[in-house]
């Protein structure tokens, strides 16, 4: 095995890093008042001066026959200044030398003391060095004690799961970092680069993320003010894609120089459809029949809504498949997501049936008529989560001045783009530019579930000339985005942040869900921004000119990793 290719492991670093004492100092110039080179010229000035000076008063001392050692109060002066310039001077000039010199004394030894540690740590190789390997990546922070020594030693050999960490040690960041040692060991792969401290380890715990061993970083970008039902929001999104909030923020300032967008909430309920087995597909029609019968919906609904003080129940919807019947349920979830809370409901009402029809089998709490997290037809059809239509009326001069573009050309385009190249794609739900871009940068920073971006994407755009042709209606309908302000990734502080940038953190007390409804007014917004601003760059031959000027990097990756 080639062990001059492999970077040193964590702990490995740390040992070599403590063993050669390397250090890095801090230059005395850092504590001057004034810049370097104020402060040189200051006393290279003083030092020439007073040297003048005192030979200048020695000459005369000496052509009058005065004794030298007899000082004015200015020559006492004098003579001091040039003490002090010239202990200046010697140390400015001085210190790099002696400490270069000392240094690499210091790294003779370092690498001497550096070799014994990797000696020990790689018996079989009695030739190895420190130059062998690269020190030029920071370290991950030691293990302080030899009891997590132990830990990550047995972590490595299977004795202790790595899931039971945080459990065992009631340290969520020791138990990350504790993990990602031994991951290190494991793989012989480092994870320099991904950041571990800085984090609440402790918030994630039996809520968003098992297992952790860092974070990824995601930069966050203002897109706006966007206009909207007469109220201002910065939308914050989350995306290491170019172009996209510069041209999402275009699309805002569209809007608000055609004096903003108006946005309606036409639906709002939350899906689970279980999947249930009968002997035959009569026994399966006939509680078919009985969940559809009116009578019985107020009874059903006392149950369901039993889960939770905020889950309503709304409508059911079933589908036979042979002897299988499946049963959407859709519900009211105030301002959370409400996945978790139609779920115990609908658990709720499948007891409650079992008594009625014995021989009903749940194959599945979940049997894909919901549809969670896949396109689906019922979704773009029925609707899931918030259904929301947001229009707006673009100026002429504002298409010209500010898209760069014309009402006609956009027209166009959306008929042949979005309507007609959609439909020969055979698309679902994806009669729009760029929909799924919007959402999925504004799910991330506001700690909704990325994967329901899927269903939460389906939009059509609409676009037509209006008042003469001189000004364009445009409109994006988006049948089922699935948000929440509460629960999961809501509760993560820099998520929480993103949140309360648009005023829906946390749940409402004063009408619940009305922060969540907010919220995806918000995202349809903001995709009718970004629709407006991405069609008229293709409209204006702009798309590939403005990626190559600002989706393309120009440092060198390489020299940046070194």
């Given at each position: 095995m080639d062990i001059r290719r492999r970077p040193l492991k964590s702990s490995r670093t740390a040992r070599f890093s403590a063993a050669s004492g390397v250090h890095s100092g801090t230059k005395a110039s850092d504590a001057l008042p004034l810049p370097l080179y104020l402060t040189n010229a200051v006393f290279f000035t003083l030092f020439f001066s007073v040297a003048y000076f005192l030979l200048h008063r020695w000459r005369d001392k000496i052509l009058n026959s005065t004794p030298l050692h007899v000082l004015t109060l200015s020559e006492l002066a004098a003579v001091c200044s040039l003490i002090a310039s010239f202990i200046y001077l010697l140390g400015f000039f001085g210190i790099d030398f002696v400490q270069s010199f000392i240094s690499r004394n210091?790294?003779?030894a370092s690498e001497v003391r550096g070799s014994i540690v990797l000696r020990e740590e790689y018996p079989d190789r009695a030739d190895i060095r420190c130059s062998d390997f690269s020190m030029d990546r920071p370290a991950i922070k030691p293990l302080c004690s030899v009891e997590d020594e132990d830990i990550v030693k047995s972590v490595v050999s299977g004795e202790t799961p790595s899931y039971s960490l945080e459990s065992k040690l009631g340290d969520c960041f020791k138990a990350a970092q504790i993990r990602r040692e031994a991951l290190q060991r494991l793989t012989s792969r480092s994870l320099d680069g991904l950041p571990l401290e800085g984090f609440d380890y402790d918030s994630i715990l039996g809520q968003c993320c098992e297992m952790p061993v860092g974070y990824v970083q995601i930069p966050v970008g203002i897109a706006g003010p966007l206009l909207l039902n007469e109220c201002e929001y910065s939308v914050p999104m989350a995306t290491t894609e170019g172009c996209l909030v510069a041209s999402t923020n275009r699309g805002c300032k569209a809007i608000y120089a055609s004096g903003g967008a108006t946005c309606v909430l036409l639906r709002d309920g939350m899906t689970r459809a279980p999947v249930l087995r009968f002997p035959s597909s009569k026994r399966a029609a006939?509680?078919?029949?009985?969940?559809?019968?009116?009578?019985?919906f107020d009874s059903l609904s006392?149950?369901?809504?039993?889960?939770?003080?905020?889950?309503?129940?709304l409508r059911i919807q079933c589908a036979i498949a042979g002897k299988n019947l499946y049963i959407r349920f859709s519900c009211s979830t105030g301002d959370a997501m409400g996945m978790n809370m139609v779920s115990k409901g609908v658990q709720n009402v499948l007891d409650f049936l079992q008594n009625d029809f014995p021989d009903m089998d749940v194959i599945g709490i979940s049997g894909n008529f919901c549809s969670d997290k896949k396109p689906a037809a019922v979704n773009w059809i029925e609707g899931r989560g918030k259904s929301v239509v947001c229009e707006s009326v673009i100026k002429g001069d504002v298409v010209a001045k500010v898209l760069k573009t014309t009402v006609p050309a956009l027209v166009e385009l959306n008929m042949l783009k979005n309507l007609?190249?959609?439909?020969i794609a055979g698309a679902l739900g994806g009669f729009n530019a760029h929909a799924a871009?919007?959402?999925?940068?504004?799910?991330?920073?506001?700690?909704?579930?990325?994967?329901?971006?899927?269903?939460?994407s389906h939009c059509i755009t609409m676009m037509e000339a209006v008042n003469n042709g001189d000004d364009l209606h445009v409109s994006v309908t988006m049948p089922s985005i699935e948000v929440g302000t509460v629960g999961g990734g809501t509760q993560l502080a820099s998520q929480s942040a993103c949140l309360n940038l648009l005023g829906v953190k946390g749940a409402s007390h004063e009408a619940p869900g009305a922060n969540s409804r907010l919220l995806a007014t918000i995202v349809a917004g903001a995709v009718l921004a970004g629709e407006l601003s991405l069609m008229s760059a293709i409209a204006a031959g702009q798309l590939v000119k403005s990626h190559m000027k600002y989706n393309r990097s120009s440092k060198d990756i390489a020299k940046i990793g070194s």
């Open positions: 210091e790294l003779e006939e509680l078919k029949f009985f969940l559809e019968d009116p009578l019985n006392v149950v369901f809504n039993k889960s939770s003080r905020f889950a309503r129940l007609t190249g959609s439909a871009n919007i959402v999925s940068a504004v799910f991330i920073a506001t700690g909704q579930d990325p994967a329901q971006n899927i269903e939460s």
